[in-house]
């Protein structure tokens, strides 16, 4: 069975802090996908990623293949980046997502 | 270029009826995917599309249907509803078959209330 765990599932920090937020799964993929969704409820894809890492502005995604582990980062964060950040691991036809972790920044 | 667009965006309905969930996608993509959202847990895959043929199934019941139509666009339908049928309903939709091979893009769902 394919599970994704993340952790923390909440994390509340205060604005410039560093973040990071971990992803483990439990098989062999080919693609980890790092996605933010806001109150909304609107999804958007930030990094999918197959081995070593990425960055985009102020967010690196980071992956370890053989550790079946990946980590999502937000440097100086900003309360506008507070939303759940999820990892899903792709499997052919279908994303396999883990539950989420609760991002809040103070100012 | 537009999103992908998702209609309606709120929907009441009551058990046991039948509802329709629209979703466009991006221009060019012709992989359209369907996924559920109960409050407070991540999005389970319902449905693939690709190319007008159902490509993947997840685990729900035969009242879950969908289709693709020839401009790509495609319906999720769910008869006999029932409240545990209350969720955020999330298309997403890509170039690609395979989700490990390219970027999906989402539409902001449409929120069904079953009462």
């Known amino acids: 069975k394919n599970e994704v765990e993340q952790s923390p599932q909440n994390l509340t920090a205060q604005e410039g802090e560093f973040i990071t937020i971990n992803c483990s799964y439990s098989?062999?993929?080919?693609?980890l996908h790092w996605l933010q969704q806001h109150p909304g409820g609107g999804i958007v894809s930030l990094f999918m990623?197959?081995?070593?890492?990425k960055k985009h502005g102020r967010l690196i995604a980071t992956i370890n293949i053989q550790e079946k582990h990946s980590s999502l980062h937000i440097t100086a964060s900003h309360p506008r980046d507070s939303a759940v950040y999820i990892c899903a691991e792709g499997s052919n036809y279908q994303l396999i997502w883990g539950a989420g972790t609760k991002l809040i920044i103070k100012p | 270029d537009a999103g992908v667009t998702q209609s309606p965006t709120h929907l009441i309905k009551t058990r046991g009826q039948h509802v329709t969930l629209r979703c466009s996608p991006i221009?060019?993509?012709?992989?359209v995917s369907w996924y559920q959202q109960v409050l407070g847990q991540g999005p389970q895959f319902i449905f693939q599309y690709y190319e007008k043929e159902e490509r993947g199934r997840g685990n729900f019941p035969d009242r879950f249907s969908a289709r693709q139509f020839p401009n790509y666009s495609s319906e999720l339908n769910v008869n006999a509803l029932l409240l545990g049928d209350s969720a955020l309903y999330l298309c997403?939709?890509?170039?690609?078959?395979?989700?490990?091979?390219?970027?999906?893009?989402f539409g902001n769902g449409t929120r069904l209330t079953v009462t």
């Open positions: 098989v062999g993929i080919s693609a």
């Open positions: 990623l197959s081995s070593g890492k």
């Open positions: 221009s060019g993509h012709k992989s």
């Open positions: 997403a939709s890509s170039l690609e078959l395979r989700v490990n091979l390219g970027t999906l893009h």
